[in-house]
């Protein structure tokens, strides 16, 4: 199996927003209106999430139809990546951070399958493989 590193499958850039809590990134004053449509708007220094999308999109369309890769990335690539594959709607959420209309857990699995040029979300935030751990099961 080969492993490669492909910088489209990285987390958002959050520009000035990134390092930073959300306490603080309120005070910035291009957060309200990143906040309002971060889908959109970019951060300032950053990205839109549709731009995370676009990324994606370029990722996904250089697949081989036939092919099995196992992809590791974050969060907001992910769900953004799904909305747009699933045609979801993302928009500006009262007391959410994020818009999404997915929620996503940390080191879960998420699978999408390739039928006829059309994806398909198989598998959406598993977490099954972290049962043993959490429960004590296994040395860690």
């Known amino acids: ?13 959050f520009g000035e927003f990134d390092g930073q809590n959300v306490e603080k990134n309120r005070l910035h004053p291009l957060f ?3 906040a309002e449509t971060p889908w959109s708007t970019p951060a300032p220094g950053g990205e839109s999430f549709a731009d995370v999308a676009r990324r994606g999109l370029a990722w996904l369309s250089e697949l081989p139809e036939d092919a099995n890769v ?19 709607k993302v928009e500006a959420r009262d007391g959410w951070t994020f818009p999404f209309p997915l929620s996503l857990a ?19 935030s598993d977490t099954a493989h972290l049962e043993p751990w959490a429960a004590g099961l296994l040395d860690v």
């Not at 992809?71 to 979801?88: E, N, P, Q, T």
């Open 1 to 13: 199996m080969d492993a490669a590193r492909d910088a489209r499958l990285r987390e958002v850039h």
């Open 32 to 34: 309200q209106e990143w």
């Open 70 to 88: 196992l992809a590791f990335s974050h969060s907001v690539f992910v769900r953004s990546l799904v909305c747009v594959l699933l045609g979801l």
């Open 106 to 124: 940390h080191a879960s699995l998420t699978r999408l399958a390739r039928h006829r040029g059309e994806w398909a979300l198989e598998v959406f």
